[in-house]
């Protein structure tokens, strides 16, 4: 459909009303089920982007929220990995990361955070760390900015968000998912890289939901001998087919057929050893065995940890004596979102990441997508 332009003073922005009017799903806190709030129009101020949503895709995050896990404030649209095209454009127009126009019609995703570039951390380079930062999908409803999650049928991009063309080729639940745990994973492989080339390295994955799934294969790419450690069988296996060398279950015994010793000495060699490791689980156990297990000079990348638990002792000895580094990684910046959408450009088809979204619920049914298990993504589709 074509969005109706209004011309209302120019300091309040252009106002666009979408026909059936825009629809979003707004979750009002815990114990509550979503509800439908129509949004007739928006205000889009220069530089905003109005955005059809194709497909958006349930990251663990969102159901951490709604379980009362990690806190947000409410009322709420959730939501922010998802692929659209653009409807309507605020006045100026806006850019992608790489210069060009936006054109209506074109198809995007857009990162989950929105810096202010002009902050102290934005201009030390850290925009994923903004002190001024918006979040799509972590903000409270608020007038102005009603769509702005992608649990809804448009969103409402505002400026400066780093905007990203993709593929009209490409699966919409290929590239979904690109705006959360792929450009995130292009982040943790960057800080590995840092520390210790990818290329020849053995890695060492915890955990093998949509992260360890996805590092796997670009690691893999990046010329990596592959590890995968998961307690769920299924799991382990789906990791061979996005280039794992071997899988290990962390709970059996180092030397059995399905324990680490017996999976790093398949991908390494006899008494080999990771030097780089990437907990993707959140898990304080798979934090504690992969700080036992990187090899000297390596490094730990730290991206599963986003909720509150035990704290992690670390022995300064260790550290020293064995030449460790661990670094952190939460949000991303551009140049991950657009290294993730190059990468599903072509490693999406090597890989079947398009089968990783198991199910699709309508919009509607947002309640039961966010319930549904056993499948590493789980689709709505307005």
């Known amino acids: 459909m074509t969005p109706r332009v209004v011309a209302p003073p120019a300091s309040l ?73 653009v409807v309507a454009l605020g006045r100026g127009g806006a850019k992608t990361t790489d210069g060009h126009r936006v054109s209506l019609g074109e198809r995007v995703v857009w990162s989950v955070a929105v810096p202010c570039g002009r902050c102290a951390r934005c201009r030390r380079g850290l925009p994923q760390r903004c002190l001024n930062l918006q979040k799509y999908g972590h903000e409270r409803m608020r007038r102005g900015w009603e769509l702005s999650g992608g649990f809804a049928t448009h969103t409402h ?12 080729d ?16 292009a982040a943790a492989l960057e800080a590995a890289s840092e520390i210790v080339p990818l290329d020849g390295a053995l890695v060492l994955i915890a955990g093998a939901g949509m992260l360890g799934l996805t590092a796997a294969a670009m690691a893999t790419e990046a010329g990596a001998r592959v590890v995968v450690s998961d307690p769920v069988p299924e799991r382990r296996q789906a990791a061979l087919a996005f ?22 000495g398949k991908a390494g060699g006899r008494a080999a050893a990771p030097t780089v490791a990437l907990e993707l689980s959140g898990t304080a156990a798979a934090v504690r065995s992969l700080l036992a297990t990187v ?12 909720f509150p638990g035990p704290d992690l002792a670390v022995s300064p ?3 020293v004596r064995r030449l460790l580094t ?57």
């Not at 009002?28 to 497909?55: I, M, N, Q, S, T």
Request: charged content about 15%; some cysteine; glycine content about 12%.
């Open 13 to 85: 922005g252009m106002g666009v009303s979408v026909y059936p009017s825009a629809t979003a799903m707004v979750w009002p806190g815990e114990g509550h089920r979503h509800e439908a709030v129509a949004v007739p129009g928006v205000r889009l101020a220069p530089g905003d982007v109005l955005v059809e949503v194709e497909l958006a895709t349930v990251c663990g995050s969102d159901v951490h929220t709604v379980l009362g896990h990690r806190s947000a404030p409410t009322p709420l649209v959730l939501g922010h990995e998802q692929v659209g095209r």
């Open 295 to 306: 090899d000297v000079g390596g490094v730990l990348v730290l991206v599963g940890s986003v």
């Open 317 to 319: 000895e260790q550290l």
């Open 157 to 168: 991009i505002l400026d400066g968000t780093p905007i990203v063309p993709v593929p009209d």
């Open 170 to 185: 490409l699966p919409a639940a290929v590239l979904a998912p690109a705006s959360c745990s792929t450009a995130t994973v």
């Open 326 to 382: 661990i670094r952190g990684v939460h949000n991303y910046a551009p140049r991950h979102l657009e290294q993730a959408v190059r990468f599903l450009a072509d490693g999406g088809r090597r890989y079947p990441f398009a089968e990783q979204v198991g199910v699709v619920f309508p919009l509607e049914e947002v309640d039961a997508a966010l319930a549904a298990t056993g499948h590493p993504r789980v689709g709505v589709r307005p």
């Open 243 to 264: 280039g794992a060398a071997a899988i290990v279950d962390p709970r059996a015994p180092a030397d059995s057929a399905t324990g680490l010793a017996t999976a790093l």
